[in-house]
T-cell receptor, first 113, second 114 residues
Framework: KQEVTQIPAALSVPEGENLVLNCSFT??????LQWFRQDPGKGLTSLLL?????REQTSGRLNASLDKSSGRSTLYIAASQPGDSATYLC????????????FGTGTRLTVIP | NAGVTQTPKFRVLKTGQSMTLLCAQD?????MYWYRQDPGMGLRLIHY???????AKGEVPDGYNVSRLKKQNFLLGLESAAPSQTSVYFC?????????????FGSGTRLTVV
């Protein structure tokens, strides 16, 4: 069974700092990996999707990378802002039994003004 | 421009009561999913559907039933609620399962069973 781990579980940084969130997964046979943002009491907002054939995706201040062979992905946030405070979840879609996403438990980010 | 809409947003049930959670999507997506989110465990798939009239079990299906009578709607039922079903429930949809396909999520239903 695919297992997804996110480290650290929580992170607190001062405003303006660049930061990296980590995601690792145990089975490299994936269709894609998706990063989501979840605000307290809210649903999931998709940030970036990286297909298995891709190495990275960028959207504004966000950059996600994928190293499928080592089972790792990183989400880089540049020039962090208080509005970036949220929980960030990564999820992988495996190639086998592909009607499911396997989620990590998330990294709770706090950006201090 | 609604995307995925879940009703209700909050509900408190007594043990043994039944209820139905409704998920509606207006994106003409074929695939729909029900997840539950519990502290420290991440989201887990309950049931899913690959098209109108189809349903299948996910990772944690026990105690739940689903129906997909219309393409745009996916219903999750609890026949006899138990405290272990206290959770936040999320519905999601997607167009298929190619490598470029991502999921769109609703805003969730917070259910408490007392």
């Amino acid at each position: 069974k695919q297992e997804v781990t996110q480290i650290p579980a929580a992170l607190s940084v001062p405003e303006g700092e660049n930061l990296v969130l980590n995601c690792s997964f145990t089975d490299s046979a994936i269709y894609n990996l998706q990063w989501f943002r979840q605000d307290p009491g809210k649903g999931l907002t998709s940030l970036l999707l990286i297909q298995s054939s891709q190495r990275e995706q960028t959207s504004g201040r966000l950059n996600a990378s994928l190293d499928k062979s080592s089972g790792r992905s990183t989400l880089y946030i540049a020039a962090s802002q208080p509005g970036d405070s949220a929980t960030y979840l990564c999820a992988v879609r495996p190639r086998t039994g592909a009607n499911n996403l396997f989620f990590g438990t998330g990294t709770r980010l706090t950006v201090i003004p | 421009n609604a995307g995925v809409t879940q009703t209700p947003k909050f509900r408190v049930l007594k043990t043994g009561q039944s209820m139905t959670l409704l998920c509606a999507q207006d994106m003409n997506h074929e695939y729909m999913y029900w997840y539950r989110q519990d502290p420290g465990m991440g989201l887990r798939l309950i049931h899913y559907s690959v098209g109108e009239g189809t349903t299948a079990k996910g990772e944690v299906p026990d105690g739940y039933n689903v129906s997909r009578l219309k393409k745009q709607n996916f219903l999750l039922g609890l026949e006899s609620a138990a405290p272990s079903q206290t959770s936040v429930y999320f519905c999601a949809s997607s167009t298929g399962h190619g490598a470029q396909i991502g999921y769109t999520f609703g805003s969730g239903t917070r259910l408490t069973v007392v």
